[in-house]
């Protein structure tokens, strides 16, 4: 996860390995929000998403990026 520290110095973190049941967008985006919540983040304050070219991932119909774009669309 990259993040920004407030002398704006840009900091990336490993925040660790996940175990799916299936890696359709679905569940991977519960996933997200699940880990994001663990980590006491708020979603509301993420500005940007970046993944792979994968359909499941990027996909413009039902991507991960789209399901959390529709909930919460200053996350793009």
Known sequence: MRHVDSYFEVHEDFIG??????IDSKTLTTVIKDTIQR????LSNCRGQCYDGASNMSGSKKGVATN???EKPSVC
């Open 39 to 42: 980590l006491r983040l708020s």
């Open 17 to 22: 390995l996940y175990v799916v049941g299936s």
């Open 68 to 70: 959390i774009s529709a």
